[in-house]
C-alpha cells in the first residue's frame, strides 16, 4: 500500500513508486456501477421510451454509449432502500397487465414497466461488443419479501429445469437463464428508515438460514452480506454468525462537505472503514473455524459516492451537481480502492445515470459531470496489480469530516494523495491529487521512466462545475520527459504513465 511521511510544507515532497512491488490483484469489479429505482436514475436515465434518443427497447441509446466508455464490469439493482417492499413478480410478463404500486422508500409509485428482463436486455446493450459481458448483480427484498420469494426470483433468472417459475421466464421470451451470480442479502436493513428494519440478532439469523435455502437451489451463486459501515457492533455480529455462509460482506458510505479541504479528506475514513471490516472478518473467520480452502471472504463496497442531501436538487434530494473539489474527492476514493486492493471484491458507485451519478441527461443529450472524469480514467488504466508506494510530503492537519477521523490520521492528510498500479504488460499507472486550495506543489518522482503520459484533471476554483452549456473541468493529455520535478498543480489530479 501506499505509506506516509509527513515533512515541513517547506521541503521537497518525494514519492516513491517501485513497478517491481506487486502487493495485491485490483479486482476490476470495483468500478461496478449501481441502478436503483430512485428519481430518474431507471425512468427517464436508461429508460425513456418515446424520447428520440431511445432505441426500440426504450433504452437511451447516448447513455449506453456514454457508459460503455466506463467499462462497467457489473452493475447491481434494484435497489437501495427501494428493495425492501419490491416484489420482483409486478415487474415481468405484459406491460400492460403490471401492476402499478406505491413506493414507500422514495414515496413515489412505481409503475414497474422496467423490471428484472428490462434490466438484463440493458446489460446485454451495454455489453454490447465486449468480450465480457456485465454482470448483474441483485439485491433481495429481505423487508417485506419472503424466502419463497427469493428463491422463485432465483429461479426464474438461473433455473434450467423444467420447473415453474424457469418456465415462466420462457414464456417471457427468454429461453436461456440469465446467470446471475451475485445477489445481496438485503440492503441497509440495520437503518431506521427501512421498511421492517431489523436487529442485528434477527437479521444474522434470517440471513443464515436464507443463504443456507438460496445455495441448495444455486451452489454457483455469489452471496453478499448486508453490514453496515465496516466498524459497527452489527458488522461484528452478523459477520460472526454468517462469515461461513457468505462470500462478500457489504459495506456503505457517503462523504460529503461544504468546505473543500474537509470534503476532500472525508473518503479517507473509508479507507479506514475497510480496514475495520477486513479485520471483524478475520476475526470472525478464525472463531468459526472456517477452512483455509474457502475463499477470502471479501469487502463488497456497494454503495459509495459523494453525496449531500441538503444541496441536492430533486424530490429525493438526489441530483447533485458535482464540483471540481468533488471530483478530487471522488479521485481520493478511488485512491482509497486501489490502496486497499487486498480486501475488495466489488464497489459500486451509487449511483449510475442523475441520481448523485457523473452522468446526467437532459431531453436532448448527457452531461459528463466533474465526477465523471476521474472516474473514466481510473476504470481505464488502474488495473492489475496496486503497487508499493511511498509519499513524503507536508499535510493538511485541520478539521476533516467525520469528526472520528482527525483522531486516525496522526500525521494529518498528505497534500498529495497517491495510489499506483501496474497492469499486465508493465504499463506503470500513478494517481495523484494536490488536494491543496492554494498551492502548487514540486515532486521528486523516484523510479519513473521517460516517456511519460500525463493526464490532468482541474479547474478554475474548487466549485467549478459542469453544465450542458460549458465544461469547466475536463481531462488534459501531455507528455513529460521524465527530467526534473514533477509539479502538481492545486486542486487538480495527475495521473502518470509509463512503461516499466
Known sequence: MTTFTRIDDGETPVIEVDALKKLSKIDPMIYGGFT???GRCIYGGIYDPGNPLSDENGFRTDVIKALRELNIPVIRYPGGNFVATYHWLDGVGPRDQRPSRPELAWLGTE?????TDE?????????EGREQRVEPYICLNMGTGTLDEALAWVEYCNGTRDTHYANLRRRHGREEPYRV??????????GPWQVEQATKEDYARKAFQWAKALRLLDPDIVLVLCGQDGTSSWDHHVLHECVGSVDMHSIHIYTAAKDHLRNVTAPLSAERAIQAAAALIDVARIENKVPPSKPPTRICFDEWNVWDPERARGDEGAEERYTLSDALAVAVWLNVFV???RHLGMANIAQ?????????TSRDGVTRQTTWWPLLLFSKYMRGWTLGCHVRCGSYRGETQPAWLQGVLEEGAPWLDV???????????MVVVNISETQDLEAEIRGIKAPVKVYHITGPR????????KQEVAVEKSQWNGEGKAVFTKLSMTMLRWQS
Open 181 to 190: 451470480r451475485y445477489w445481496a442479502l438485503g440492503n441497509e436493513v440495520w
Open 419 to 429: 495510489s499506483a498500479s501496474v497492469d499486465d504488460g508493465g504499463m506503470v499507472s
Open 339 to 341: 490502496r486497499q486492493s
Open 36 to 38: 436503483e429505482h430512485m
Open 111 to 115: 409503475t414497474n414497466q422496467f423490471g
Open 119 to 127: 434490466f438484463m436486455r440493458w446489460l446485454d446493450a451495454l455489453g
Open 352 to 360: 449510475t445515470v442523475n441520481v448523485i451519478s457523473p452522468l446526467m
Open 462 to 469: 474548487a466549485d467549478s462545475v459542469n453544465v450542458e452549456d
